[in-house]
């Protein structure tokens, strides 16, 4: 059985940094393209960035680019999420996600894990 | 403002069909892959359709998916009280390079 569990999230403070980790079983981690989506507070869902399966290429929104960055370690079977320059706006649920594929372009996600809660609060 | 606009909520009796719209533009809907999302209250998404229409094992058809020109569409029949939920439709677009999902639908089945 495939799952995904989030860690890292909590409360910090406008300007800091986060790490966020995603911890992958029950599949063959490599064979995939991953991403993170995020829900803020009773809104919709936004994608945020994803990671082709061998890691090489990423792509992410423009509301984070230039702040977070997405990364892999497929020996490890881990997904990580570098958040730098935190703003009260990235206040959300964030969510470890598994592409049915390895193109990132294909956004059929058929995993999620439980998500982590991330609040940036002064 | 979501990049792919679906309507805010639709309702229908038990029984009876729904049909739930995802409308984008040629970068988005019009030359990728729309996958349908349902998510409860206080947990994660789940895959209804990808791949425009075609449903994991698991789902029931009474869900099913289309695709014409730049709006995707959203099908379930037979209601049931279970159905209700947030739905979501998502896709890749070309010209932001990015992954969109519409604003969310929230079914309710009176």
């Known amino acids: 059985e495939v799952q995904l569990l989030e860690s890292g999230g909590g409360l910090v403070q406008p300007g800091e940094s986060l790490r966020l980790s995603c911890s992958a079983s029950?599949?063959?981690?490599?064979?995939?393209?991953m991403c993170w989506v995020r829900q803020a507070p009773g809104k919709g869902l936004e994608w945020v960035l994803g990671i082709s399966n061998g890691g090489a290429t990423t792509y992410s929104a423009d509301s984070v680019k230039g702040r977070f960055t997405i990364s892999r370690d497929n020996i490890k079977d881990m997904l990580y999420l570098q958040m730098n320059s935190l703003r009260a706006d990235d206040t959300a649920i964030y969510y470890c996600?598994?592409?049915?594929?390895?193109?990132?372009?294909?956004?059929?996600?058929?995993?999620w894990g439980q998500g982590t809660l991330v609040t940036v609060s002064s | 403002q979501s990049v792919l606009t679906q309507p805010p909520s639709v309702s229908a009796a038990p029984g009876q069909e729904v049909t739930i719209s995802c409308s984008g533009s040629?970068?988005?809907?019009?030359?990728?892959?729309v996958s349908w999302y349902q998510q409860f209250p206080g947990t994660a998404p789940k895959l209804l359709i990808y791949?425009?229409?075609k449903r994991p094992s698991g789902i029931p058809d009474r869900f099913s998916g289309s695709k014409s020109g730049t709006s995707a569409t959203l099908g379930i029949t037979g209601l049931q009280t279970g159905d209700e939920a947030d739905y979501y439709c998502?896709?890749?677009?070309?010209?932001?390079?990015?992954?969109?999902f519409g604003g969310g639908t929230k079914l309710t089945v009176l």
């Open positions: 791949d425009n229409n």
């Open positions: 029950g599949l063959t981690f490599a064979d995939y393209a």
């Open positions: 996600v598994k592409a049915r594929g390895s193109n990132i372009a294909v956004p059929d996600f058929d995993y």
């Open positions: 998502g896709t890749w677009d070309s010209s932001l390079s990015a992954v969109v």
């Open positions: 040629s970068s988005n809907v019009g030359n990728n892959y």
